[in-house]
């Protein structure tokens, strides 16, 4: 589906197939010579179709589209390398560029697992692989990016596109603002009737901090309308980033209560909290909801650390968490 949502913007649903997310959305900025695409979809049959049947009906062809990457999940960067040709700008922050390019060249699904079971995740359903990654993201290391920094600005059509650096949802994570259209990209930022994840990327970085200074620093911007990447348009951005601090806000005192029951691990916090799924209990969640929960708990407990409300304790290769008083 396509739809023109302002002059020369056009919203793309991209299908998810068998993803919770169901559909990202896409947007094409018309301009006088380049158009701008942002977000692509996962490197899946059905998101390309999606892609090359919105830009025959748009009538545009693929050598004049460049790209804006909002960050590094695989369905906004998949496609790129199959739809980029040599000549095309790949717009993204440093940050993620490397974080793409490290999915695929590095031993960073290693690590990440090493991590993850320091932080209690059974290490025996740790098994993701630089493999699986191939089913979701093209040529992911070989893109040629072109790194944006915050305030840079893309011009497109009617369109002048300032590059906002809002990391939480990822380390790199950008939106793009266009000032006097009061028209914010938003990606994964902020999006309409879900949550965005806020998980640990490994190291200790509060992303979780991070996030919520992202959230405060779009909340000062004038916009009368965010584009998200899922989900429907927002018309309040003020309304919606005030309800997401309070969201979070309660997690971080929920998970106070739990530790009062003594130290634990990022997955035995995760088990403690409350999830909107329709699993009885902890023990049927499958592995990988376990292992977004785990990431979950990871970044608010980080940030509780951050704070100085709690503090980490070893237990032999595991670590801990425990209320400071
Ligand atoms: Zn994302
Ligand atoms: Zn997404």
């Given at each position: ?69 909002t ?22 922050s ?69 590059c906002?650096a ?7 994570h950008m939106c ?150």
């Amino acid at each position: 589906m396509i739809r023109e949502i302002l002059n020369g913007i056009y919203q793309i649903h991209i299908p998810l197939p068998g993803n919770p997310l169901k559909v990202l959305n896409s947007y094409l900025i018309k301009g006088r010579e380049r158009n701008l695409l942002v977000d692509t979809g996962f490197n899946w049959p059905e998101c390309k179709q999606a892609q090359l049947k919105a830009m025959t009906a748009l009538g545009i062809d693929w050598a004049d589209v460049d790209f804006f990457i909002t960050h590094a999940h695989a369905d906004h960067v998949g496609l790129v390398g199959e739809l980029a040709s040599k000549d095309t700008k790949v717009y993204c922050s440093k940050t993620d560029a490397q974080i793409v390019h490290n999915f695929m060249h590095s031993n960073y699904w290693a690590a990440s697992d090493i991590y993850f079971s320091q932080h209690g995740y059974p290490p025996e359903k740790l098994h993701r692989k630089k493999d699986d990654i191939d089913d979701y993201i093209s040529a992911g290391g070989d893109i040629d990016f072109t790194w944006v920094e915050d305030g840079d600005i893309i011009e497109v059509g009617d369109y002048r596109l300032k590059c906002i650096a809002t990391p939480g949802h990822s380390p790199g994570h950008m939106c793009l603002y266009d000032a006097e259209k009061k028209l914010l990209f938003s990606g994964d930022h902020i999006l309409g009737g879900i949550t965005s994840n806020i998980t640990s990327w490994g190291g200790k970085i509060d992303l979780l901090g991070l996030y919520l200074a992202s959230l405060r620093k779009v909340d000062a911007l004038e916009i009368d309308l965010v584009l998200p990447a899922h989900r429907e348009l927002i018309l309040d951005h003020h309304q919606r980033i005030a309800e997401l601090i309070h969201h979070h806000d309660s997690r971080l005192k929920e998970i106070l209560n739990i530790l009062r029951n003594g130290a634990m691990n990022s997955y035995q916090t995760a088990g403690h909290m409350h999830w909107d799924l329709t699993y009885d209990s902890w023990d049927e969640f499958p592995d990988y909801q376990k292992w977004f929960a785990t990431g979950e708990a990871m970044a608010h407990l980080e940030h509780l650390a951050e704070l100085g409300q709690v503090q980490h304790i070893k237990h032999g290769e595991i670590l801990m968490y425990q209320l400071t008083k």
